[in-house]
C-alpha cells in the first residue's frame, strides 16, 4: 500500500491550497478504494492524524456496534455447544470410574450453582398451629404434616411430608413448579393446577415423600421495609440478583432443600435398617431442580423431569433467574442427563408453566424486573437433545427414558401415569397401585398459611444472603490482600495470577484477533485541537468506535500523553466532548475530553457498548451463559485502543491515562485492572462498596431495586470488590472523585472502600499516586483535583492550583 503525507492550510500559500485541493479528492477517492492511507496535518507544525481509510457509514455506530457483539455472541453459542463434547472424557466402565471421570464439571457445576455451603445434620420438625397442635391430615392410607427441615446454617426449608400408613416401598421428593403449592401435589387442594395429587397417588401405595415450597414468581415479597422500596422483580429474580453477586443462586438454594431432604430420606433408611431407593421428580422449575439434582447427587437412584428438559442455547431469553455463569460451556440439558448415569433418568414432554414476563408492576413498587419467557417447546426440539444425550452413553448401557405423546401436541399434564411407572421402575418397583380419590379441600384455620410460609421462605433466604455479603470482605482479604508482600517487584507476579483470575470473573475472550483496520473521518476543528472519529476492528463482527481530539499545536517528532475519556450509562462519544452547555451530557461530564484536549492531551473519547436499554442488556444475558460478560468485550476494545494509540506517531505509548464516569467509572475500575497499557485511571462518580451497592437490600439506592439487571456479576463478592481491582491497578497512580450528593453511594461507603486502596498505596511508598477528591455536587466531573493529579503524573507539571481535600 502507498501512503502519502498531506499539508493542507498552514504557510502553503493561496495559490497551492487552490493546486493541492483537487489532489485530496483524488486521494481520498485512492484510500476509499484501499489503495493507499495518508496522514493530513492541519498547519505546517502539526501532525494530526486522518490515517487508514475513510469512514463512509452515516450509521448509528453504536446500535452497529451493539448489534455486532450480539452477532458474535450467538455465533459463541453455536460455537461453544459444537466444542462442548472436546471437555468431556466419560468413561462408562462402571459407576465409579464414571464419576471419577466427571468429577471435575461436577465440582464446577455445584460451585456455579452455589451449591457450597455445608449442609446441617438432618432434623425434621412437624409444625404447629395456634393451639399447638400438629398440622397434620390423616386420611385411609397416609398421614400428610406441615414440615420444616434443617438445610444450612442459618436456613430452614418447608414444605410436606407424606407417610404410608404402611410398609415403606420408596421414597422420593417431588418438586413442585415455582407456583405450584405442595398441597397442590398432596391432593389437599383442588385447583386444577397440573400435577394435581402426583405425589398422594404414589403416597397412598407406600411410598414417603418430602414435597418442599418453591420461591414463587409472586412479587409479593420482592422488596424491603428498611429502604422502603418495593419491586416488580419475582421473588425468584429478587434473591438471584443478590445471591449472584456472593456466589449463591435461587437455583442452589432450592437444591440445597432437595438434598437436605435427600438426607433425611437417607437418616430414615438407617433408623429402619433398609437400603430403600431414593428418587427426586420435578416440573417446571422443579424438573429444573431435579435435572440439575440427578446430575449432582449420586445417591439418587431415579429422577423424573417433567416440563422442563430442552435444548439451552436460547437460556438468554429465559426468565433471568436461571441464568447460570458459564454453564454453556460445558453443560447443555443432554450432558446433565448423562452425569446421572448409571441412574435411572425419565423426561417427561409436558405442557409447561407459560410465563410471558415479569409480574404487573403494582401500586407502590417500582419496575425494573428483566424480561424472560416461557414456552412450551417443540416436541422435536425436546426429542432432539434427548437423542444428544442418548448419542453420548452406549448404547447396551443407556440409562435414559422419554415419555412423549403420539403426535406433536403434549401431554395434557405432567406426572403422568406412564411416566410415573417408568421413574418407579427405577426404585425397583413394578406398579404403584390403586389410586385414591382427592381428598376434600381444607377448611381456614386448619393449616398453615401459605402466604406467610411463602414470605418465610423468601426471607430466610434473603436473610442468609445478607449474612454471607457481611462476610464476605474476609474471604476477599484472605484470598488477595493477604497474599501481598513486599515491595512493587516482589508482587508483581502474584498480582499476575490475581490478574488472570480477575480475567476469568468477567470472562476471558482471547486477544483482539483481527488487524485494526482503522476507518476514520475529520468531525470537528476548534482553535486548538482536531477532531476525528475511528473505528477499529476488534473481533469478527465487533469494533471499537472513538472520538480522536489531536491538539493542532504537536509538532514533528513531539510524543504526548493521551486521556482516554470514558462515558457513562446510556452515553455517546460525544457526550464527553461537548462544551455547550444547552446539550445533552454537558450536565454530567463538563466537557472533559474537550477540556483536557484543550490543555494539551491528545484525547479519545471511546464508546463502550452499554447503550440501549434491554438491547444492550441482552448481551450479558447471552454472554453469561458463555462465562462472559459485557466487560469481556469492553476489554478486548480497549486492548486495541491502547494498542492503536500507542503506534501513533504523536503518542507516547508509556502516557496513556484513562479518566471515566458513572458506568465510565466502572470502566475505570476493571479496564485498567487488566489492560496494563494504562499508565494511570480516575473513577468518576462511581467508586463504592461495590458489592453491597449491587446486593444489600437495606438502601434504597442499590441495583436491587433499579432496572439495571445486568449489574451482578458472578461471586464478586468473595473476590474482587473495588479496593482489590484498585489494587491491580497499583502502582499505577489511581484516583477518585466523589461528589457529596452522588446518589450512586454514600461518602461513608466510599471513604471505608477506598481506606484499604490508600493503605496499599502508602505501604507500597506510593502515598502521591492515590488520590481521593470529595467535593460539593452531585454525579458529574468535577475536574479540578483529578486534572491537577492527571497533570502531575502525566506531564510532571502541577499547573492547577492544588485544592483542599
Same mark, same amino acid.
Given at each position: 500500500?502507498?501512503?502519502?503525507?498531506?499539508?493542507?492550510?498552514? %504557510?502553503?500559500?493561496?495559490?497551492?491550497?487552490?493546486?493541492?485541493?483537487?489532489?485530496?479528492?483524488?486521494?481520498?477517492?485512492?484510500?476509499?478504494?484501499?489503495?493507499?492511507?495518508? %496522514?493530513?496535518?492541519?498547519?505546517?507544525?502539526?501532525?494530526?492524524?486522518?490515517?487508514?481509510?475513510?469512514?463512509?457509514?452515516?450509521?448509528?455506530?453504536?446500535?452497529?456496534?451493539?448489534?455486532?457483539?450480539?452477532?458474535?455472541?450467538?455465533?459463541?453459542?453455536?460455537?461453544?455447544?459444537?466444542?462442548?463434547?472436546? *471437555?468431556?472424557?466419560?468413561?462408562?466402565?462402571?459407576?465409579?470410574?464414571?464419576?471419577?471421570?466427571?468429577?471435575?464439571?461436577?465440582?464446577?457445576?455445584?460451585?456455579?450453582?452455589?451449591?457450597?455451603?455445608?449442609?446441617?445434620?438432618?432434623?425434621?420438625?412437624?409444625?404447629?398451629?395456634?393451639?399447638?397442635?400438629?398440622?397434620?391430615?390423616?386420611?385411609?392410607? #397416609?398421614?400428610?404434616?406441615?414440615?420444616?427441615?434443617?438445610?444450612?446454617?442459618?436456613?430452614?426449608?418447608?414444605?410436606?411430608?407424606?407417610?404410608?400408613?404402611?410398609?415403606?416401598?420408596?421414597?422420593?421428593?417431588?418438586?413442585?413448579?415455582?407456583?405450584?403449592?405442595?398441597?397442590?401435589?398432596?391432593?389437599?387442594?383442588?385447583?386444577?393446577?397440573?400435577?394435581?395429587?402426583?405425589?398422594?397417588?404414589?403416597?397412598?401405595?407406600?411410598?414417603?415423600?418430602?414435597?418442599?415450597?418453591?420461591?414463587?414468581?409472586?412479587?409479593?415479597?420482592?422488596?424491603?421495609?428498611?429502604?422502603?422500596?418495593?419491586?416488580?422483580?419475582?421473588?425468584?429474580?429478587?434473591?438471584?440478583?443478590?445471591?449472584?453477586?456472593?456466589?449463591?443462586?435461587?437455583?442452589?438454594?432450592?437444591?440445597?432443600?432437595?438434598?437436605?431432604?435427600?438426607?433425611?430420606?437417607?437418616?430414615?433408611?438407617?433408623?429402619?435398617?433398609?437400603?430403600?431407593?431414593?428418587?427426586? +421428580?420435578?416440573?417446571?422449575?422443579?424438573?429444573?431442580?431435579?435435572?440439575?439434582?440427578?446430575?449432582?447427587?449420586?445417591?439418587?437412584?431415579?429422577?423424573?423431569?417433567?416440563?422442563?428438559?430442552?435444548?439451552?442455547?436460547?437460556?438468554?431469553?429465559?426468565?433471568?433467574?436461571? %441464568?447460570?455463569?458459564? *454453564?454453556?460451556?460445558?453443560?447443555?440439558?443432554?450432558?446433565?442427563?448423562?452425569?446421572?448415569?448409571?441412574?435411572?433418568? @425419565?423426561?417427561?414432554?409436558?405442557?409447561?408453566?407459560?410465563?410471558?414476563?415479569?409480574?404487573?408492576?403494582?401500586?407502590?413498587?417500582?419496575?425494573?424486573?428483566?424480561?424472560?419467557?416461557?414456552?412450551?417447546?417443540?416436541?422435536?426440539?425436546?426429542?432432539?437433545?434427548?437423542?444428544?444425550?442418548?448419542?453420548?452413553?452406549? @448404547?447396551?448401557?443407556?440409562?435414559?427414558?422419554?415419555?412423549?405423546?403420539?403426535?406433536?401436541?403434549?401431554?395434557?399434564?405432567?406426572?403422568?401415569?406412564?411416566?410415573?411407572?417408568?421413574?418407579?421402575?427405577?426404585?425397583?418397583?413394578?406398579?404403584?397401585?390403586?389410586?385414591?380419590?382427592?381428598?376434600?379441600?381444607?377448611?381456614?384455620?386448619?393449616?398453615?398459611?401459605?402466604?406467610?410460609?411463602?414470605?418465610?421462605?423468601?426471607?430466610?433466604?434473603?436473610?442468609?444472603?445478607?449474612?454471607?455479603?457481611?462476610? #464476605?470482605?474476609?474471604?476477599?482479604?484472605?484470598?488477595?490482600?493477604?497474599?501481598?508482600?513486599?515491595?512493587?517487584?516482589?508482587?508483581?507476579?502474584?498480582?499476575?495470577?490475581?490478574?488472570?483470575?480477575?480475567?476469568?470473573?468477567? /470472562?476471558?475472550?482471547?486477544?483482539?484477533? @483481527?488487524?485494526?483496520?482503522?476507518?476514520?473521518?475529520?468531525?470537528?476543528?476548534?482553535?486548538?485541537?482536531?477532531?476525528?472519529?475511528?473505528?477499529?476492528?476488534?473481533?469478527?463482527?465487533?469494533?471499537?468506535?472513538?472520538?480522536?481530539?489531536?491538539?493542532?499545536?504537536?509538532?514533528?517528532?513531539?510524543?504526548?500523553?493521551?486521556?482516554?475519556?470514558?462515558?457513562?450509562?446510556?452515553?455517546?462519544?460525544?457526550?464527553?466532548?461537548?462544551?455547550?452547555?444547552?446539550?445533552? /451530557?454537558?450536565?454530567?461530564?463538563?466537557?472533559?475530553?474537550?477540556?483536557?484536549?484543550?490543555?494539551?492531551?491528545?484525547?479519545?473519547?471511546?464508546?463502550?457498548?452499554?447503550?440501549? /436499554?434491554?438491547?444492550?442488556?441482552?448481551?450479558?444475558?447471552?454472554?453469561?451463559?458463555?462465562?462472559?460478560? $459485557?466487560?469481556?468485550?469492553?476489554?478486548?476494545?480497549?486492548?486495541?485502543?491502547?494498542?492503536? $494509540?500507542?503506534?501513533?506517531?504523536?503518542?507516547?505509548?508509556?502516557?496513556?491515562?484513562?479518566?471515566?464516569?458513572?458506568?465510565?467509572?466502572?470502566?475505570?475500575?476493571?479496564?485498567?485492572?487488566?489492560?496494563?497499557?494504562?499508565?494511570?485511571?480516575?473513577?468518576?462518580?462511581?467508586?463504592?462498596?461495590?458489592?453491597?451497592?449491587? +446486593?444489600?437490600?437495606?438502601?434504597?439506592?442499590?441495583?436491587?431495586?433499579?432496572?439495571?439487571?445486568?449489574?451482578?456479576?458472578?461471586?464478586?463478592?468473595?473476590?474482587?470488590?473495588?479496593?482489590?481491582?484498585?489494587?491491580?491497578?497499583?502502582?499505577?497512580?489511581?484516583?477518585?472523585?466523589?461528589?457529596?450528593?452522588?446518589?450512586?453511594?454514600?461518602?461513608?461507603?466510599?471513604?471505608?472502600?477506598?481506606?484499604?486502596?490508600?493503605?496499599?498505596?502508602?505501604?507500597?511508598?506510593?502515598?502521591?499516586?492515590?488520590?481521593?477528591?470529595?467535593?460539593?455536587?452531585?454525579?458529574?466531573?468535577?475536574?479540578?483535583?483529578?486534572?491537577?493529579?492527571?497533570?502531575?503524573?502525566?506531564? /510532571?507539571?502541577?499547573?492547577?492550583?492544588?485544592?483542599?481535600?
Amino acid at each position: 500500500m502507498t501512503h502519502y503525507d498531506f499539508t493542507i492550510g498552514g %504557510n502553503a500559500g493561496k495559490n497551492r491550497d487552490v493546486f493541492y485541493i483537487p489532489r485530496v479528492l483524488i486521494l481520498m477517492f485512492l484510500v476509499h478504494s484501499g489503495f493507499c492511507s495518508m %496522514n493530513f496535518s492541519t498547519s505546517g507544525q502539526s501532525s494530526a492524524l486522518f490515517y487508514g481509510k475513510p469512514l463512509l457509514d452515516k450509521g448509528d455506530l453504536s446500535s452497529l456496534m451493539v448489534e455486532g457483539i450480539d452477532r458474535f455472541l450467538m455465533q459463541e453459542t453455536i460455537r461453544v455447544k459444537n466444542a462442548r463434547a472436546d *471437555l468431556w472424557q466419560y468413561d462408562f466402565s462402571s459407576s465409579g470410574a464414571f464419576n471419577a471421570s466427571i468429577s471435575f464439571q461436577r465440582d464446577f457445576l455445584s460451585r456455579r450453582l452455589g451449591v457450597v455451603d455445608e449442609r446441617l445434620a438432618p432434623e425434621l420438625e412437624v409444625l404447629t398451629g395456634s393451639r399447638l397442635q400438629k398440622l397434620s391430615v390423616e386420611t385411609e392410607a #397416609c398421614f400428610i404434616s406441615a414440615v420444616r427441615w434443617s438445610v444450612i446454617d442459618g436456613f430452614w426449608a418447608e414444605g410436606l411430608l407424606m407417610q404410608p400408613k404402611g410398609d415403606v416401598t420408596a421414597r422420593a421428593v417431588f418438586i413442585p413448579d415455582a407456583d405450584v403449592l405442595p398441597e397442590v401435589l398432596a391432593g389437599l387442594m383442588k385447583t386444577g393446577i397440573a400435577g394435581e395429587d402426583a405425589a398422594r397417588r404414589l403416597a397412598e401405595t407406600g411410598w414417603e415423600i418430602i414435597i418442599p415450597v418453591m420461591i414463587s414468581r409472586d412479587a409479593d415479597f420482592s422488596g424491603s421495609k428498611v429502604a422502603e422500596r418495593f419491586t416488580n422483580q419475582p421473588h425468584r429474580e429478587w434473591i438471584y440478583r443478590q445471591g449472584y453477586e456472593v456466589g449463591r443462586h435461587v437455583i442452589g438454594y432450592e437444591l440445597q432443600k432437595v438434598f437436605a431432604a435427600v438426607d433425611w430420606l437417607i437418616s430414615r433408611n438407617k433408623q429402619e435398617g433398609k437400603n430403600t431407593k431414593i428418587g427426586v +421428580a420435578g416440573y417446571g422449575e422443579g424438573g429444573l431442580l431435579a435435572l440439575f439434582a440427578a446430575a449432582l447427587d449420586q445417591r439418587i437412584s431415579s429422577t423424573l423431569v417433567s416440563g422442563y428438559f430442552n435444548a439451552r442455547e436460547q437460556l438468554w431469553s429465559e426468565p433471568i433467574y436461571r %441464568n447460570v455463569f458459564g *454453564l454453556l460451556k460445558y453443560f447443555g440439558d443432554a450432558e446433565l442427563a448423562v452425569m446421572a448415569w448409571p441412574r435411572t433418568l @425419565v423426561v417427561e414432554y409436558s405442557i409447561i408453566p407459560e410465563v410471558s414476563g415479569p409480574p404487573v408492576i403494582k401500586e407502590g413498587r417500582s419496575g425494573g424486573a428483566a424480561p424472560g419467557k416461557l414456552t412450551t417447546p417443540d416436541l422435536a426440539s425436546v426429542q432432539n437433545e434427548f437423542n444428544r444425550a442418548k448419542a453420548l452413553v452406549p @448404547v447396551d448401557k443407556s440409562h435414559l427414558t422419554l415419555v412423549s405423546p403420539v403426535g406433536e401436541s403434549a401431554v395434557p399434564r405432567p406426572f403422568s401415569n406412564y411416566a410415573i411407572m417408568e421413574f418407579a421402575r427405577g426404585l425397583d418397583i413394578d406398579k404403584t397401585g390403586k389410586f385414591a380419590g382427592l381428598l376434600s379441600p381444607l377448611s381456614p384455620g386448619e393449616w398453615t398459611d401459605v402466604t406467610k410460609r411463602q414470605e418465610r421462605a423468601v426471607k430466610d433466604m434473603e436473610r442468609h444472603i445478607q449474612r454471607i455479603l457481611d462476610l #464476605c470482605e474476609l474471604t476477599r482479604d484472605k484470598d488477595f490482600w493477604q497474599t501481598l508482600s513486599g515491595d512493587t517487584a516482589e508482587q508483581r507476579p502474584v498480582k499476575d495470577a490475581h490478574r488472570e483470575r480477575f480475567r476469568e470473573i468477567l /470472562g476471558s475472550l482471547p486477544d483482539p484477533s @483481527v488487524p485494526a483496520d482503522p476507518h476514520s473521518r475529520l468531525i470537528r476543528k476548534t482553535e486548538k485541537w482536531t477532531g476525528y472519529e475511528i473505528t477499529l476492528d476488534v473481533w469478527p463482527e465487533v469494533f471499537a468506535w472513538g472520538i480522536l481530539l489531536v491538539p493542532n499545536d504537536i509538532r514533528k517528532g513531539e510524543k504526548r500523553p493521551v486521556i482516554v475519556c470514558q462515558h457513562g450509562l446510556e452515553g455517546l462519544p460525544m457526550h464527553v466532548i461537548t462544551t455547550d452547555e444547552e446539550e445533552e /451530557g454537558f450536565r454530567h461530564y463538563q466537557g472533559f475530553a474537550s477540556r483536557l484536549a484543550d490543555k494539551g492531551y491528545v484525547v479519545f473519547a471511546p464508546h463502550n457498548p452499554y447503550r440501549g /436499554g434491554d438491547k444492550f442488556r441482552l448481551l450479558q444475558r447471552k454472554a453469561n451463559p458463555l462465562g462472559l460478560s $459485557l466487560f469481556s468485550f469492553i476489554t478486548g476494545q480497549h486492548q486495541r485502543i491502547v494498542e492503536w $494509540l500507542g503506534q501513533q506517531s504523536f503518542v507516547d505509548p508509556s502516557r496513556i491515562g484513562f479518566y471515566g464516569l458513572s458506568y465510565g467509572g466502572k470502566t475505570a475500575m476493571r479496564v485498567p485492572a487488566l489492560v496494563e497499557g494504562y499508565a494511570l485511571s480516575v473513577c468518576s462518580a462511581d467508586f463504592n462498596e461495590w458489592v453491597r451497592k449491587n +446486593a444489600s437490600t437495606d438502601y434504597p439506592f442499590t441495583y436491587m431495586f433499579t432496572g439495571e439487571y445486568e449489574m451482578p456479576e458472578w461471586d464478586l463478592g468473595h473476590t474482587f470488590n473495588y479496593a482489590e481491582m484498585a489494587g491491580l491497578i497499583a502502582p499505577r497512580p489511581f484516583m477518585v472523585e466523589r461528589g457529596h450528593y452522588d446518589g450512586v453511594g454514600t461518602d461513608e461507603w466510599v471513604a471505608y472502600e477506598f481506606a484499604r486502596v490508600r493503605r496499599h498505596y502508602n505501604i507500597l511508598g506510593l502515598n502521591k499516586s492515590c488520590r481521593i477528591e470529595y467535593f460539593n455536587g452531585p454525579h458529574m466531573i468535577n475536574g479540578i483535583g483529578t486534572f491537577e493529579f492527571i497533570d502531575e503524573h502525566m506531564t /510532571g507539571k502541577q499547573d492547577i492550583e492544588k485544592q483542599g481535600y
